[in-house]
């Protein structure tokens, strides 16, 4: 038993360190040192791990559980990125606007179903979800300009701002002052803008993004993962997938400081939608987090993962707004659209 103990003791202190290292990857750019960028996206593994060593030494009835408790306490803000405890204002109030943010990977599993019986009904209910939503502003990522052609009919919005062959738009219900684009050489990677005109005395400048993604093959990872610990080839592949990961998240960093010097120009309040490809306990995350304002984190509730591929419980797709702006709500709509989730969000002013 005391060896157990022991033994429980140091995986415990091993987990905290591990844990500490996470806490400091939205303060340290991957350009500096990108290492640490990895072990921020294993944050909500190592917190539910501090959890169950709090339960444990608990149950044993051994102080040690003050130590799980204290890393807890320690990481809360970076669990209330991940984890939302907001509430809602169901107020009806005059000046607001509902805004979705959804990267539509161009609606593949809407309108790709082999099975034509499951195809219609996905079409359907998409269609219908559009429809039954009043939404004033789309902020979109992925998407071709034939698919926003076919929703802006839908939801009857009359104004697209969609640079021609690039795969970000903006569909909106107000006219449009100004807009323009932020290239980062790619027809997919990018950030729209476009100054709205909400009300008479009253613009708001809206950024859509599409941020470097890591594309790290599931192929790969599902090899490595069948591979043995003593083959080259699995180290290998493992090593593989980190270089992937290490030079997308140098991209990443170069391209939101693009985009944030190009935020800190407007004379308007602005609103940020996006896929990041980044976790809340990252630095691209946290420099935009530093100048607006998460609106997860102020108004959503419950699990904030947004990606709804393979790897699970992955929140990359966020929604930041001016200090200037309220946020009435916002809600995470689990729906079979794409391999994101949509982000509905509430603002007023």
């Known amino acids: 038993m005391k060896r157990l103990n022991g033994l429980s003791r140091w995986l415990n202190v091993l987990l905290i360190l591990t844990t500490f290292i996470a806490y400091l990857a939205p303060y340290i750019s991957p350009i500096t040192f990108w290492p640490i960028s990895i072990f921020g996206l294993g944050f909500p593994v190592l917190f539910f791990l501090n959890f169950l060593f709090f339960l444990y030494w608990i149950f044993r009835r051994k102080k040690y559980f003050l130590l799980s408790l204290g890393c807890m306490l320690l990481g809360w803000s970076h669990l209330s990125s991940n984890f939302g405890l907001g509430s809602r204002n169901s107020t009806a109030e005059k000046k607001q606007i509902s805004i979705i943010n959804f990267n539509t990977r161009n609606l593949w599993h809407v309108y790709n179903h082999k099975n034509k019986k499951e195809k219609a009904k996905q079409i359907e209910d998409f269609e219908k979800w559009l429809s039954d939503n009043k939404t004033d502003i789309f902020l979109f990522q992925e998407v071709t300009s034939n698919r926003i052609r076919e929703i802006s009919k839908i939801v009857q919005l009359p104004h697209v701002i969609q640079p021609k062959g690039k795969r970000v738009a903006i569909l909106s ?20 803008w476009a100054d709205l005109k909400i009300t008479e005395n009253k613009i708001i400048r809206f950024y859509t993004l599409h941020l470097k993604s890591s594309n790290l093959n599931r192929d790969a990872i599902d090899a ?16 593989g997938l980190i270089k992937v990961y290490k030079n997308h998240a140098l991209s990443r960093v170069k391209q939101s400081e693009k985009i944030l010097t190009h935020i800190q120009t407007s004379p308007y309040p602005v609103v940020v939608g996006g896929d990041f490809n980044e976790p809340p306990t990252s630095y691209v995350y946290h420099q935009f987090n530093t100048q607006l304002k998460d609106a997860f984190r ?21 929604l930041f707004y001016d200090p200037r702006l309220q946020v009435l709500e916002q809600q995470i709509e689990r729906k079979p659209f794409s391999d994101h989730y949509p982000i509905r969000t509430r603002l007023t002013w």
């Open 173 to 192: 219900r107000y006219p449009v002052i100004d807009s323009g684009v932020i290239e980062l050489n790619s027809i997919s990677h990018l950030a729209v």
């Open 224 to 239: 490595v993962a069948a591979g043995k610990v003593q083959e080259k080839e699995t180290w290998s592949g493992i090593w």
């Open 298 to 318: 102020t108004a959503g509730r419950g699990f904030g993962f947004t990606y709804a591929g393979k790897i699970p419980f992955m929140k990359i797709d966020y």
